[in-house]
């Protein structure tokens, strides 16, 4: 399962790291230099040992790196508004590669939006698209889900407004 990780390093001497980075991660978001947040499947320690033929260096004491697990749910800090929202559709992502059998719901809450909700044009059809999991779900999930997804659909309708 992919995970978020945080690697810290020395100013690089040049871009042969950043580009090693930014090919070899399934994700990566970088805002602060020397410091990068991926995602990748591989442990800390995988990613340590790929990363140490770009650190290397014959002195010593530029030898500095940190590679770390993120925990999404318990992070904080000044970042621009893209960053929080790239953590959280990552996280999103995540959460929804890691069910076995996701329904609907659960491609709707983790940020997927199914092929029926795409074609959705009114409320009838949203409510459609959920009536097969009235009897498995409790009213209030079912609620906010519903909401949700109408305010999504506002939203759609509300742009192709806009854009004739």
């Known amino acids: 399962m992919s995970k978020f990780y945080l690697i810290s390093l020395n100013k690089p001497e040049d871009n042969r790291l950043e580009r090693f980075i930014k090919d ?3 994700d990566w978001m970088h805002y602060m230099e020397c410091n990068w947040v991926v995602v990748s499947d ?7 040992d790929r990363l140490v033929p770009w ?5 010593e ?67 459609n698209i959920l009536a097969p999991y009235e009897n498995n779900v ?8 519903r909401n949700r997804m109408i305010d999504v659909l506002t939203q759609r309708i509300k742009a192709h407004n806009e854009a004739r």
């Open 55 to 59: 650190v290397r260096n014959s002195d």
């Open 138 to 145: 409790s009213w209030f999930v079912m609620l906010n889900v």
């Open 61 to 127: 004491s530029k030898q500095l790196m940190l590679v770390t697990e993120i925990e999404p749910d318990n992070v904080n800090g000044w970042l621009p508004q893209a960053a929080w929202d790239w953590i959280r559709k990552k996280q999103r992502e995540i959460t929804y590669k890691s069910m076995e059998n996701p329904s609907i719901i659960d491609m709707f809450n983790c940020g997927i939006f199914s092929p029926e909700l795409e074609r959705a044009r009114c409320i009838k059809d949203i409510d």
């Open 24 to 26: 070899s991660f399934d």
């Open 42 to 48: 591989k442990s800390v320690n995988e990613i340590t």
